[in-house]
């Protein structure tokens, strides 16, 4: 089983960027899908977007033309660059592994990172 970290977060100005990165441990990365996540105070947390190991992506409606989440099978790594960020995209964002097709579902995933924190100001 994988381990995750992220990493990336930070406090950036709307119409902003920044990068994402989830850095996985083990050699079974390219089995799994990814999934990125999103949770703020008092909000349930949020599907943004997945890879799957095919390469198909998916994105929440509220993030597509901004977000993009891409993988690095051979540095283990999945990210999620993030542009034209707007206040409502705070959150804390964690990265997730699952080996199910359920992609938005945030029970199928069975790994989850420590999540980092995004914050824009308006």
């Known amino acids: 089983q994988v381990q995750l970290v992220e990493s990336g977060g930070g406090l950036v100005q709307a119409g902003g960027s920044l990068r994402l990165s989830c850095a996985a441990s083990g050699r079974t990365f390219s089995n799994y899908a990814m ?8 909000k349930e947390r949020e599907f943004v977007a997945a890879i799957s190991r095919g390469n ?6 509220s993030v597509k033309g901004r977000f993009t989440i891409s993988r690095d099978n051979a540095k283990n790594t999945v990210y999620l660059q993030m542009n ?5 995209d705070t959150a804390v964002y964690s990265c997730a592994a699952t080996y199910s097709d359920a992609y938005r579902l945030p ?3 069975n790994v989850w990172g420590q999540g ?3 914050t ?3």
């Open 35 to 42: 999934g990125w996540f999103r949770q703020a105070p008092g």
């Open 116 to 118: 980092t924190q995004v």
């Open 84 to 88: 034209s960020l707007k206040p409502e």
């Open 56 to 61: 198909s992506l998916y994105y929440l409606d």
């Open 107 to 109: 029970a199928v995933y």
């Open 120 to 122: 824009v100001s308006s």
